[in-house]
């Protein structure tokens, strides 16, 4: 949720269960316009917000000229005062997917060590992986903007310069249009490029760059759009349970939220 439009976002998706207290929402407003001016951001957003045992991250998102690449994720406990996330590498995403298991403390010192399966401590002390809390949630962060993050189909443009950037000329989808799943796009780069002749000819290359929802595997990942009060458009991701995209149709509002305890639905595709 752009942090200039924070306030008016968060009472169309209010209806959804996700609520902010009135002190929350205040300090959000003011930290993200100070955090947006002391890094020189671009833009900044209200990602979501992960619930701990202890205690819930707040979480801020900047970026840059370029919307998809340039990202830097930070967190917060009081929505005041801003930390600044690691970039989520290949290594660490390794270590964070053998070691964390459990749910998020709040603590960002805590550590998290891999199960060993051997009967020897000293095996164990040797093989095993330790990560710190804060290396899981930025790795979490990195995961569901890969996997389900998502825009509706025209709102994001790439330029002459292979810059991807907001578009300013999105009026929103039209209400038909926001009932299907292939009018919804991954804010991530695509990972099923176009293959045929046929299929690059028909789409525009400067709007159709990311995956299309409707081919996600496993086959019922989203919910289909479901239309709120207000004719505010809701679309929720079934393997990040928590991920949220809001629209509103005919308007160039729309925002995807995340509020959850940072689990991934492993089991989905034995459900489906």
Known sequence: MDSSMLSDSLELVAGSGIILSVEQRAALQTSLVLLKKNYKFHRVLFWGKILGIKRDY?????????????????????????????????SMIEEVTKAAKSRFIGDPSAME???????????????????????????????????????????????????????????????????????????SKAKNPKKTVLEVGVVNQTIDFPDVLMDDIPKGSWSLPLECASNVWVLRSQLWPGLTLFHVPMAPQYRYVYIGDGKKDLDLPFML
């Not at 578009?167 to 926001?178: H, I, K, M, P, Q």
């Open 58 to 90: 707040f979480i801020a998102q900047g970026r840059g000229e370029n919307e998809m690449q340039d990202k830097k994720n930070l967190y917060c406990f009081n929505c005041m005062d801003w930390f600044l996330l690691p970039l989520a590498t290949d």
């Open 113 to 187: 060590n891999e199960p060993c399966n051997s009967s020897s401590e000293s095996d164990c002390s040797w093989f095993q992986t330790t990560v710190t809390e804060e290396s899981r949630l930025a790795v979490m962060i990195h995961q569901i903007d890969e996997e389900v993050s998502v825009v509706p189909r025209g709102a994001i443009v790439r330029n002459p310069l292979d810059l991807i950037q907001i578009n300013r000329s999105f009026g929103g989808l039209s209400y038909s249009e926001a009932r299907r799943l292939d009018n919804f796009l991954h804010f």
